[in-house]
């Protein structure tokens, strides 16, 4: 069974900087490939994909969001799941989540649909003030 970790969230000013890492654990098949990914949700709001990545740091994809200032990142298949995030906003506060799902597909471009991720940690917050 896996099991995620988040960890890495805190408080920073806006235009800070905060990387958070996912740790994975339990059997998984190393000849499949895994979808790895970051959600978010901030109170009264939707749980939102912002950014995935093809297991061992293959294509990577993200929300529009977040183009430009996060980057997620994977060395290989049995590393941690990272996400850089930099000049940070206050509209990006958010309980942090990191998900997994197998990758079904060759044309499975990972897309961060919540309701396909199987795998989920606890969650890390981030707070973002201005």
């Known amino acids: 069974q896996v099991q995620l970790v988040e960890s890495g969230g805190g408080s920073v000013q806006t235009g800070g900087s905060l990387r958070l890492s996912c740790a994975a654990s339990?059997?998984?098949?190393?000849?499949?490939?895994?979808?790895m990914a970051w959600f978010r949700q901030a109170p009264g709001k939707e749980r939102e994909g912002i950014a995935a990545v093809t297991s061992g740091g293959g294509s990577t994809y993200y929300a529009d969001s977040v183009k430009g200032r996060f980057t997620i990142s994977q060395d290989n298949s049995k590393s941690p799941v990272y996400l850089q995030m930099d000049s940070l906003k206050p509209m990006d506060s958010a309980m942090y989540y990191c998900?997994?799902?197998?990758?079904?597909?060759?044309?499975?471009?990972?897309?961060?649909?919540?309701?396909?991720?199987?795998?989920w940690g606890q969650g890390t917050q981030v707070t973002v003030s201005s």
């Open positions: 998900a997994a799902r197998p990758r079904r597909a060759r044309g499975d471009d990972c897309e961060m649909d919540k309701n396909r991720y199987q795998y």
């Open positions: 339990g059997y998984t098949y190393s000849w499949i490939q895994m979808c």
